[in-house]
């Protein structure tokens, strides 16, 4: 007998404990435990039910991650839930904590559920691109009726015990000792001599004929390019259609078919990636943090009133500084609005609009930052600003306070160099919108303490970001790469594609937009006037890029907000609708520029948009701005919405199309064009050369 499971006797009552710390996760020794438990319960004249229970913080939590991949060894799960549903003694399950995936499924085997009221329960395989593949989509439906388990199975969300009682999930809700109130229900079915309620013998209720056909049509935006969702719909098709034997068998296919899919495979990595992202490879777990209580932000502006909302959300005091009474009133009237908003959709209770507003405190005086634990800096755009402000904290900031800067583009060391405490100081480039997006690119300057590094990582998980390390280079990992998609995306333009065209294969792609919708949407006058004042015409080798956006922004073509673009808009609706007088500028600068237009296929544009992002990502990760390939994907699926489904540039580079191919493809271009741009980083020509991915480095 393992003790993965424990077994023992409370009067005439089986209680198997399952014992695998930290989330009793469904190792082969806890199937084997389960199912000999049950075995040997049923066998046992001194026993009439049983109950089963984790031991420690929770219910099964789910299956165990070290075994993916793996041969598989032990019973598997279907054949312990088919065990204990058929046992000829009843079972009750008694769940706490997050009974999730195959432990749900687990629970889903026994003949009635209690739980604790603080129970959160589910079935989130969606997430990694699979199904549940234990009987989950079919003993739910059973249970609770085809459309509800559909929702839950294709949300993946953690359903709360109450909702859970009312849906026929668990029988009873237990409060106090579990095992008691466990026990005490189980003895309350043997005098009712409740029958043995084997799951697969109910039938389903299909509320609407339409049911599946409507979700598919109210899935397909969010679900476009998965391959689960779809997978799923089919599989709680299945059980309304098919008996219980035959769905089991559809649903293991359907399951099967996922497990081996990219898709899966890419939404498995990122799982992981984004947990590893979070650690710094020289700055170990347990570095000493420096404490945050409260913080300080300079510049209530567009993104210093979103990082506000970040504190305030994690209930964090901040002060906020202004150089004016009327942009601090403006940036807080904004906060209000969002938050009001929020309250009206429903996402927020009223009263705690003001207990959020309450947290923020508004201030003129630099004095007011003298307690602040961390201060982020969010003004204007220049070195000069920026310059008055460090100099500025430096003078009032305590000792050890961070301080960092949400610059998108200026030098983090120069920055720090107008301190006396350079150590202090980091990057924390934020993604707008602040309080929406999660990415954060922390950016570690060359002095910048390893403390200070450890500290502003966990305190970004603290305010709900999903934080990436990045060393100081321009446009840091994100903008570096997005620079150059935009740049072929500029040159395929005046070649011969059109914005829609190359925005229709990025789309394709699977991003939820492309480049020149996305360059409307955020204003092309921001390009515009930073291409004014710098000498981009000269700058890094490059050929200029911004005839056909001068020329859009010269008509005051700026994008959403004038109504006109790239594309024009009959706001206030937003879909781009292709304009002929964009092609009529775009066709002149062809042609002042001598350039004969050609048709580009859609392949060339995929090659040319996401080829050059992957060497780029090369030389990122070859210079140490990025610690890990990982790294890079975390934040192109955070930040950019590189779909999860193709797991990242760089996954995808490795593992899809192949290191060998990018770089034979970037030769290709460079031999046609004559231009150095695609040159292969040495790193790349590194790895194809001795056979190795990105993920090795
Ligand atoms: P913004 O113009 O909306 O806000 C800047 C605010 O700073 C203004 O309210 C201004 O009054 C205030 N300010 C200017 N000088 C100040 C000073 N000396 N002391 C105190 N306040 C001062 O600009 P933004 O879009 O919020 O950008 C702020 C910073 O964030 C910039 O460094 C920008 O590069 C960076 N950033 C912006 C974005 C974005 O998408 N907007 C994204 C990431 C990072």
Redesign the pocket.
């Known amino acids: 007998m393992s003790d993965a499971v424990i077994r023992s006797t409370e009067g005439r009552i089986g209680i198997l404990t399952i014992n695998n710390p930290p989330v009793n996760a469904l190792a082969a020794a806890v199937r084997a435990g389960i199912k000999d438990g049950v075995e040997a319960f049923g066998r046992d004249s001194n026993v009439d039910a049983i109950v089963l229970i984790g031991g420690g913080r929770t219910f099964i939590a789910g299956a165990d991650i070290r075994e993916f991949g793996k041969p598989p060894s032990g019973p598997n799960l279907n054949d312990v839930i088919a065990t204990m549903e058929n046992s000829p003694k009843l079972i009750v399950a008694a769940l706490h904590g997050t009974p999730l995936g195959g432990g749900l499924e687990t629970a889903l085997g026994a003949h009635y559920r209690v739980a604790l009221p603080t129970t959160r329960m589910g079935l989130p395989e969606v997430h990694l691109g699979l199904l549940p593949g234990a009987g989950g989509t079919q003993r739910l439906p059973r249970l609770t009726g085809a459309k509800y388990a559909l929702d839950a199975i294709l949300s993946g969300r953690h359903i709360p015990a109450a909702e859970a009682k009312s849906k026929g999930i668990v029988d009873a809700i237990v409060e106090g000792d579990l095992l008691k109130g466990a026990i005490a229900h189980t003895e309350m079915l043997l005098a009712q001599k409740a029958p043995l309620r084997r799951v697969r013998d109910l039938s389903v209720t299909l509320e609407s004929p339409e049911l599946f056909a409507e979700t598919e049509k109210s899935i397909a935006r969010k679900a476009r390019g998965f391959k689960a969702p779809w997978n799923i719909i089919k599989c709680v098709q299945a059980a309304v259609d098919l008996p219980f034997d035959e769905g089991m068998k559809r649903e293991r296919e359907l399951f099967a078919e996922l497990l081996t899919s990219t898709e899966s495979a890419a939404q498995r990595y990122y799982f992981f990636a984004e947990r590893e992202a979070a650690k710094v490879k020289d700055v170990p777990a347990d570095t000493p943090q420096r404490e945050i209580k409260t913080g300080g932000i ?7 009133g979103g990082i506000a909302m970040n504190f305030a959300n994690a209930g964090v005091p901040v002060t906020m ?4 009474q009327e ?1 601090l009133d ?2 807080l009237k904004t906060i209000r609005t969002n938050y009001e908003n929020t309250a009206k959709r429903g996402g927020m209770k009223a009263e705690d609009v003001e207990k959020r507003m309450a947290l923020i405190t508004p201030t003129l005086d630099y004095n007011a930052l003298k307690d602040a634990d961390v201060i982020i800096e ?4 220049t070195m000069e ?2 310059e ?2 460090f100099k500025k904290l430096d003078e009032v900031a305590k000792p050890g306070a961070i301080l960092a ?6 030098d983090v060391n120069q920055i720090a160099s107008y301190t006396k405490r350079p150590g202090d100081v980091i990057g924390m ?4 919108p ?1 309080n929406v997006m999660k990415l954060l690119e922390n950016v570690r300057g060359k002095a910048t303490e390893k403390d200070v590094i450890a500290t502003v990582m966990s305190f970004s998980k603290k305010i709900g970001k999903i934080p990436v390390l990045v060393g100081v280079c321009e446009g840091f990992v994100g903008n570096r790469m997005l620079r150059m998609r935009g740049i072929q995306s500029a040159y395929m333009m005046e070649e011969g594609a059109l914005p829609q065209q190359i925005d229709k294969v990025v789309y394709d792609y699977g991003f939820p937009m492309g480049p020149f919708a996305m360059s409307d949407l ?1 204003g092309n006058d921001v390009g515009w006037r930073i291409r004014q004042g710098k000498k981009e015409k000269e700058k890094r080798n490059v050929r200029y890029t911004g005839y056909v956006a001068d020329a859009i922004c010269e008509l005051g073509r700026f994008g959403q907000k004038t109504g006109a673009g790239y594309y024009k808009y009959n706001l206030p609706d937003r879909t781009p609708i292709p304009d002929p007088e964009v092609e009529k500028i775009i066709e002149e600068t062809s042609k002042k520029l001598g350039i004969t237009r050609r048709a580009i296929s859609d392949q060339e544009i995929l090659e040319r948009a996401l080829y050059p992002m992957v060497n780029e990502g090369a030389k990122i990760l070859e210079e140490g701005m990025a610690q890990r390939s990982l790294d890079i994907d975390v934040i192109w699926v955070n930040g950019y919405g590189w779909p999860v489904y193709r797991g990242g540039p760089m996954w995808w580079a490795d593992n899809v199309v192949g290191l060998k191919t990018i770089h034979d493809a970037l030769l290709k271009y460079r031999d046609a064009s004559g231009d150095p741009f695609w040159e292969p980083a040495p790193l790349l020509k590194k790895l194809v050369q001795e056979g190795k991915k990105f993920s090795s480095v």
């Open positions: 300079i510049g209530a502006g567009t993104m210093g500084l202004e150089t004016s942009a403006r940036g969010a003004v204007f755009e600003v920026k008055t402000v800067t949400n610059t998108s583009g200026l480039h934020f993604f707008s602040a955020a």
